[in-house]
């Protein structure tokens, strides 16, 4: 079956660490994004990227980075100055930029 | 003032209401228009896509956009409790999404 993959479903962070969240899609799709959805926010852009080797700031980059070096993968590191990071994070895939976008289920990032 | 807005909810019925699903928008650039249907715990899952004014139906779901207005509505007819979800509507803006907050429907048995 086709779809997008992220792991783990439930992550914790301890202060000043470093954490990253996988991001696997099969569906031969150029375009990738990362989303953190918080409480009565809606989705918010974290990083993009529409080809391999390359990846844009979304509205909430800071404290985020991520890498592009296979199509399929698109992993996010939640960095110590990110201050905020508890959320819900979402990963997503599209054939081009602009068309719509199919999601995975999701990572629940936590601070211990 | 948001891109776009989406009332909250939560928004309850009766198992086999029609259910009105709403969003407006300031952007009259916006081409694309998407509703996502979000289950608790769960990645959006794209129900409805189109492009022009218009409607466009698929089983129990019609999609409508009044670009005229700004304005796009998801109609649910004989809704069910497996319908009870987040409903977030989406719209392109040149490299990315713009998505409203989502409203919380609740279908009661």
């Known amino acids: 079956d086709g779809g997008i993959t992220q792991s783990p479903k439930y992550l914790f962070r301890k202060e000043g660490q470093n954490v990253t969240l996988s991001c696997e899609q099969n569906?031969?799709?150029?375009?990738m994004y990362w989303y953190r959805q918080d409480p009565g926010q809606g989705l918010r852009l974290i990083y993009y990227?529409?080809?391999?080797?390359?990846?844009q700031k979304g509205d909430i980059a800071e404290g985020y980075s991520v890498s592009r070096e296979k199509k399929e993968s698109f992993p996010l590191t939640v960095t110590s100055a990110q201050k905020n990071p508890t959320a819900f994070y979402l990963c997503?895939?599209?054939?081009?930029?602009?068309?719509?976008?199919?999601f995975g289920d999701g990572t629940r990032l936590s601070i211990l | 003032q948001k891109e776009v807005e989406q009332d909250p909810g939560p928004l309850s019925v009766p198992e086999g209401a029609i259910v009105s699903l709403n969003c407006t928008y300031s952007?009259?650039?916006?081409?694309?228009f998407m509703w996502y249907r979000q289950y608790s715990r769960k990645g959006p899952e794209l129900l409805m896509y189109?492009?022009?004014?218009g409607n466009k139906e698929d089983g129990r779901f019609t999609a409508q956009v009044d670009k005229s207005s700004k304005y796009i509505s998801l109609f649910i007819r004989d809704s069910q409790p497996s319908d009870s979800a987040t409903y977030l509507c989406?719209?392109?803006?040149?490299?990315?999404?713009?998505f409203g907050s989502g409203t919380r429907l609740l279908v009661r048995p």
């Open positions: 997503a895939s599209s054939i081009q930029e602009s068309q719509p976008q199919h």
């Open positions: 569906l031969n799709h150029d375009a």
């Open positions: 990227s529409q080809i391999v080797n390359d990846f």
């Open positions: 952007n009259s650039a916006f081409q694309y």
């Open positions: 189109t492009y022009s004014s």
């Open positions: 989406a719209m392109d803006s040149s490299y990315k999404l713009i």
